[in-house]
Each structure stands twice: as structure tokens, then as C-alpha cells.
């Protein structure tokens, strides 16, 4: 009777110590989970971070100048190609995985580069993994030009000793690495930005030249802006087709005050502005409502028709606007004086975009 009497007792002490264990070590263990994901987020946005493995097994990439290795792999529509296709122009070679909030966020951007490589600016290739379908969704709505070949089991990926994404490698015209292993979005569109690289001329003993620009570039370094333009600056003038099939030029607009928007036909945001701006549209007999938006032109016609909407829509290809307007978001928008100088910083969302629409005259604003 004592004993049972003591193990009563004892029972909800010994129940007590134990939950206070229990709950200890799953602090302690969340805590560490906490820290790893903190260590790997801010690995691949390109700022600097403690290495999550030892130096020997971490992310070092292939040696700057050494030969790309070559490859073959199916694009989005079945056919083979190879690396060595691209020779004779430079390649920024991106690692990629639709999975990734990294990759995936730095879409908008890559679309804006032509596949093929201008003003001096290296053409695009990317590996991504996942299924098929997945990954012609995604680069399919974004109207991505450039190849994206798919690998199945990280073959090619380990090759190129690219253990996670979005990273890469800049490739000269010969085929050699002109740039480190590249990690994070940052990174990679600081090179996709920077002048093309020379190869090494083929005497002499020389490795080739180092780039301008190399991998591991904060995002306060990248030379892409995505702040917006600011105040007081020239709109950049831009000729796009309208829905039914003219071409409008923001310069044909000159002596009207214009409330440019950027919107997309998939944003939920932009499809709830749409009827407030079309209200503006009928009431301001002073300001000129303007979006510029994407995709095909019937998704477009069939989105106008639905919100009954009568402004002026044109319809970029990817985002070559967006990107002279330095913002790839939506909706945002910008509002234009008669002189055709921006009255406003970049408008970002709904409320701060009627509240320009609410604005007094942009001239005004401006000395």
C-alpha cells in the first residue's frame, strides 16, 4: 500500500520531467532547422553565408577557365540539342528547377533577354529538372524565347559540379567557363547584364581574359534595376500592338496626361483594378488610361470583353517594356505629364495606382 501510495505520488513529478525534455529537445531541434533554412535562403539570394557542409564537398564550381563540358539534352518540344550548338557566341548557362521560389521568381527577368544574345549580352540556355509539362507551363506563360533543356537525374548538373539552383556559368564564344559558378538570382542576372566575353586569342600561353562581371554579386551590385524609374525622368517611349491589331506609341500621346499601367491577364489583382481604372477612364476626360500587358492577344480580348473594359490596350511580348521601366511586378504603374516626363516614382498596387489616377495635374508636380 505504501509503495503504490509513493508510485502515485512520484508518477506525475516523473510525467512533468519528461515533457519538459520532450519539449526541450524539440526546441533545440527547430531552432537548427530554423538556422539551416536561414543559411540556405540567404545562400542562394547571392549574399555571403556559412558554408552548410565542410569546405571540401561545398559549392565551389568548375575552375574559371576550364572547358565546359559538353552535353545532350531534349528541349521543351522533344528534340535533341547540344551545348556545342551555341559555339562561336556567349552562353549564360543557368541551372534551374520550377520548384525553386528562387528560379521562379527571377522569370519575368530572364524573359526580358532576346535568346539569341544583343547589345552585347550573352544568349540564354537553361537546364531545368521536373516534368516536362511542368516546366513548359511555367516558361510558356512567361513567352520565354531562349532553349531550356530538361535533364532527368541531375546528370549534367552534376558535371558541372551545380549542386543546387538557380546558378550557373558564363561560357565565351570557344566554349570555356568565363566566369565561377554563379549562385543565386542576383548573381546570375548581374551576368546576364554584363558585356559579353572575349575569348583568349590562341597563341601565347595565356588563359582566356576574366569578365567584367563573375558570379556572387549582391543584389545592391546587379546593374538590372527593379526599383522603377523615378520622378522627373523621360518616359521611355516603347511601339506595341494594340488588341485590334494597330501599333500605338506612347510618343503619339504627347500633350496628354497618360496613367501607364503594367498588368498581366493571370494577376488576380490586376483583374479587380481593371473595372476602378475603367471608371477612371470613362469620368477623367483629362488623363488617358494605358496598360500594357502580356500573353496572347485573344486571352487579352477575352479578358477585356468580360470586364467590359474601353481604354487603350497594348500587348508587350515578354517584358522588354517592363524592363525599360526597370519594375517587372503588377500591377504597377507610372503617370505621365503632357511633356512626356514621368510625374511619379513607380506606383506599386491598386491603392497606390488610383491614388496617382486621383492626383492633381502632373504639371504642377514638376519644376
Known sequence: MTTLLVFALALPWLLIVFGCWLGYQLVRQHGRILLSLARLEQGFAGGPAEPLVPASTALSGLPLGSMAPDFELPDLSGALRRLSEFRGRP??????????????SMVPELAAFASEGQNGKPALLVISTGESEANRQLFQTHGIGFPVLLEKDMEVAAQYQAHGTPVGYLLD????????????????????????????PESGHEGPSKPAARGNIPLDKSRLNRSGLKAGTPAPNFR????DGNELALENFRGQRVLLVFTDPGCGPCELLAPHLERVNRERKDLLVLMVSRQDAEINRQKVAKLGLTFLVVLQRNWEVSLLYATFATPVGYLIDERGILGSDVA?????????AASPSVSSTLP
Open 91 to 104: 552562353v549564360l548557362l543557368i541551372f534551374f528547377n520550377p520548384a525553386c521560389r528562387f528560379c521562379t
Open 173 to 200: 564564344e570557344t566554349g570555356v567557363l568565363a566566369s565561377e559558378l554563379a549562385m543565386g538570382a542576383a548573381a546570375l542576372m548581374a551576368l546576364a547584364t554584363s558585356p559579353t566575353p572575349q575569348a583568349a
Open 240 to 243: 506595341l500592338p494594340s488588341l
Open 348 to 356: 506599386e498596387g491598386s491603392d497606390a495606382i488610383l491614388a496617382l
